[in-house]
C-alpha cells in the first residue's frame, strides 16, 4: 500500500505471529493498540489497510472465542475427565486412575439459554408479568374461583401495573 507523508507506519516491524497469540490470549483492540505503541484508532486503521493484519487478528479471536463457547457448553452440560488421584495412608503413598465426573452448572446453562434462546429465556419484565396475570385473571372462570383467589388474583393483578 503507498503512503502519504507523514510518520513512517509501525505496522512493518509487527509479527503477525505475535498478534495471532494476543488474539489467541483474549486481547482486546485496546489492548493490542497499548502492547503495539499505538492508538486504538490505529489499530482500525491496519485492519482496513493490511487484510493480513484484519485476518489474523480475526481468526485468532474466533479461536479464543471458539475455546471459551466449548468450555461453556461443556460446563452447561456437565463432563468427565481422567485424573490421578495420589492418597498418602500410613506413609504409603498410592496413585489411582479414576475418572472424574462433574455435574451439569445450572449457572452456565442459563447464561447460555438466555444469550442462545433469548426470547424464551430472558427475565421478565413487570409489563409482561402484568400481561400474563391479566390473561391467566381473564381465562379463569369466576364460577371456579373462591372468594380468597379472586382476592389474591386482584392484588397480584395491580402489583404490576404502572405506578
Not at 16 to 34: I, M
Not at 55 to 84: F, M, N, W
Amino acid at each position: 500500500m503507498k503512503r502519504h507523508a507523514g510518520q513512517p507506519t509501525k505496522f512493518t516491524s509487527i509479527n503477525l505471529a505475535e498478534v495471532t497469540h494476543y488474539a489467541q490470549s483474549g486481547y482486546t483492540d485496546e489492548e493490542l493498540a497499548r502492547i503495539f505503541d499505538v492508538t486504538r484508532t490505529t489499530i482500525g486503521n491496519w485492519k482496513n489497510s493490511y487484510p493480513e493484519f484484519f485476518d489474523t487478528l480475526k481468526s485468532g479471536k474466533l479461536i479464543a472465542d471458539s475455546k471459551v463457547e466449548a468450555s461453556l457448553y461443556q460446563r452447561a452440560c456437565g463432563y468427565s475427565h481422567p485424573e490421578i488421584h495420589i492418597s498418602n495412608y500410613q506413609g504409603r503413598i498410592t496413585k489411582t486412575h479414576i475418572i472424574k465426573h462433574y455435574p451439569p452448572d445450572p449457572v452456565s446453562m442459563i447464561f447460555w439459554l438466555k444469550n442462545r434462546k433469548p426470547k424464551d429465556w430472558r427475565e421478565k419484565t413487570p409489563d409482561e408479568k402484568s400481561h400474563i396475570t391479566n390473561i391467566i385473571y381473564n381465562v379463569v372462570s369466576d364460577k371456579l374461583l373462591s372468594k380468597r383467589d379472586k382476592e389474591v388474583m386482584n392484588a397480584n393483578r395491580g402489583q404490576y401495573s404502572k405506578s
